[in-house]
């Protein structure tokens, strides 16, 4: 009865719903190595790097900058599933890009598209948007048992342990946005909460999700950074997802993902892309597909969550590049009192002085200095020490 009720919220009926067993090999369960993206495992203190509401992608990012063999997978004209055919790679692209800590995962994902285009009363799919969808299963998993892992497997690809994220960049300001679509399965009320808008805010405070909206030098390029912790990796916050990969990806490294971008360039007109097989997992469907796409097209791809020997220093370091020297913020401390570390001890608070001694506020995580001032970072440290540093207010 409870995966009955979950289907009927997920598919939007009313009343009665039949519901056909399917057998797996109606997938095309193909195994392709191309769809599966690597996420590489930070060192202890480079995760203090990332940081939001600094205007700027974090610094470890940088490291794609210098090491040009590092993972990232990309979606142009050739992953569109639906919507008007892209004019040139201005029109709509994609990359994303990965990393994670034993706190949680970060993307990067960087957009172009030649017309920001916002529609305020619309929904997030009907604005320039990301979307995210994750699991807490991998592909083959999901796959090898459709029928326990979909609500609705003849018609989507959704499942108790998925969720779905969308975030509009906001037209000409991406300040303007303030929240975004949360959408996963919920064990209390036992359906999908779709459209469920969450604010910034609430989602830093009840899931500990963050995500900043950049805008680039060049107009045509936007960014968005986000760190999703392992409790929301999945399904239900913190019922699933958390012990599978509560280690930083050691007990189980592949879970699955899918991701897109929605292009609107003008009413009733949006192009979407699609990794993989240029459909998702919530409209299972792709330009021209036959309407029983549903059972014969895999939409999950996977994230592989890369070992120690794999991590982002060592990768790096195999060719000679040593990304601590990309930013001094490795080991340094963050705006987070017990999550942070300096020098090997949590941080249990942190303080900002100019240097003639003025204590300075913090504001949504932020230090009120202007930008370029030299300020005094004080930390205090579990074991009792007090560490301090120089930093550049950005």
Not at 229 to 249: I, K, L, M
Not at 267 to 284: E, G, I, K, Y
Request: with cysteine.
């Amino acid at each position: 009865m409870k995966r009955i009720l979950a289907a009927m919220a997920l598919a939007g009926l009313v009343g009665s719903v039949c519901v056909t067993a399917r057998d797996a090999s109606q997938y095309l369960r193909t195994v392709d190595p191309t769809k599966t993206i690597s996420s590489y495992m930070l060192s202890p203190g480079e995760d203090s790097c990332f940081r939001i509401g600094d205007g700027v992608a974090s610094k470890f990012w940088d490291a794609w900058d210098l090491n040009t063999d590092l993972n990232k997978a990309t979606l142009d004209a050739s992953s569109l599933s639906r919507g008007p055919r892209l004019t040139s790679a201005a029109d709509a692209g994609l990359t994303i890009q990965s990393v994670y800590s034993t706190d949680g995962v970060y993307f990067l994902f960087t957009v172009a598209d030649d017309d920001w285009v916002t529609n305020v009363g619309g929904l997030d799919y009907e604005n320039d948007a990301v979307e995210l969808y994750l699991s807490d299963m991998s592909a083959t998993q999901m796959y090898a048992n459709i029928n326990a892992a979909f609500l609705l497997p003849n018609y989507q690809q959704m499942g108790e342990g998925t969720s779905q994220m969308q975030i509009r960049f906001g037209g000409a300001e991406p300040t303007s946005v303030t929240a975004f679509n949360f959408n996963k399965y919920d064990d209390l009320l036992m359906q999908f909460a779709l459209n469920n808008k969450v604010t910034f805010t609430d989602a830093l405070t009840n899931y500990k999700i963050q995500v900043e909206l950049i805008k680039k030098p060049d107009p045509g390029t936007r960014q968005q950074e986000w760190f999703i912790p392992w409790t929301c990796f999945g399904g239900d916050v913190g019922s699933r997802s958390s012990y599978r990969v509560a280690q930083g990806g050691n007990s189980t490294t592949t879970l699955g993902l899918c991701f897109g971008y929605n292009d609107v360039d003008g009413a009733d007109s949006t192009s979407a892309l699609r990794w993989r097989n240029q459909a998702d997992p919530f409209t299972v469907d792709a330009e021209g597909a036959p309407s029983d796409i549903a059972t014969t097209v895999d939409t999950w791809g996977d994230i592989s969550f890369l070992e120690k020997g794999s991590s982002l220093d060592a990768v790096c370091a195999a060719k000679g590049i040593n990304i601590s020297l990309l930013s001094d913020c490795v080991n340094s401390v963050k705006f987070f009192p017990g999550r942070s570390v300096f020098m090997g001890s949590k941080v249990v608070g942190t303080s900002y002085y100019t240097l003639s001694g003025q204590k300075l506020a913090v504001v949504n995580n932020q230090v009120m200095a202007a930008k370029n001032t030299i300020i005094l970072e004080r930390a205090v440290l579990a074991n009792g020490s007090i560490a301090s540093r120089k930093i550049t207010a950005r």
